[in-house]
């Protein structure tokens, strides 16, 4: 199971702080920062292994939902995760 490198995004450019927390970094915010783009974007360059993985975005502190989630899991706080499935990595390496 060959780590894949994910790239996820928030788009607030008037954020001062963006964060990532999931099951990929245990729930802690700090583990996975995210840095602005130019365009006032924030993005996070991840490396995982195939799997499903849910998360939440944190910006400026406050736990926050991805606008449009391609897929949500529930959770005990009576809120929704985003899911992020990452695949086997279809390339294959030739001899």
Same mark, same amino acid.
């Given at each position: 199971?060959?780590?894949?490198?994910?790239?996820?995004?928030?788009?607030?450019?008037?954020?001062?702080?963006?964060?990532?927390?999931?099951?990929?970094?245990?729930?802690r915010p700090e583990a996975n920062p995210?840095?602005? +783009?130019?365009?006032? /974007?924030? #993005?996070?360059?991840?490396?995982?292994?195939? &799997?499903?993985?849910?998360?939440?975005?944190?910006?400026?502190?406050?736990? +926050?939902?991805?606008? /449009?989630? #391609?897929?949500?899991?529930?959770?005990?706080? &009576?809120?929704?995760?985003?899911?992020l499935k990452v695949?086997?990595?279809?390339?294959?390496?030739?001899?």
């Amino acid at each position: 199971m060959e780590e894949q490198e994910i790239v996820l995004t928030f788009n607030a450019p008037e954020a001062k702080e963006v964060q990532v927390a999931g099951t990929f970094n245990r729930w802690r915010p700090e583990a996975n920062p995210l840095r602005r +783009t130019q365009s006032g /974007e924030w #993005a996070a360059r991840l490396m995982l292994k195939s &799997g499903l993985y849910e998360y939440r975005f944190v910006v400026d502190g406050i736990w +926050t939902d991805e606008p /449009e989630p #391609a897929q949500t899991a529930a959770n005990p706080h &009576g809120g929704r995760n985003s899911v992020l499935k990452v695949g086997l990595d279809d390339r294959t390496d030739l001899l």
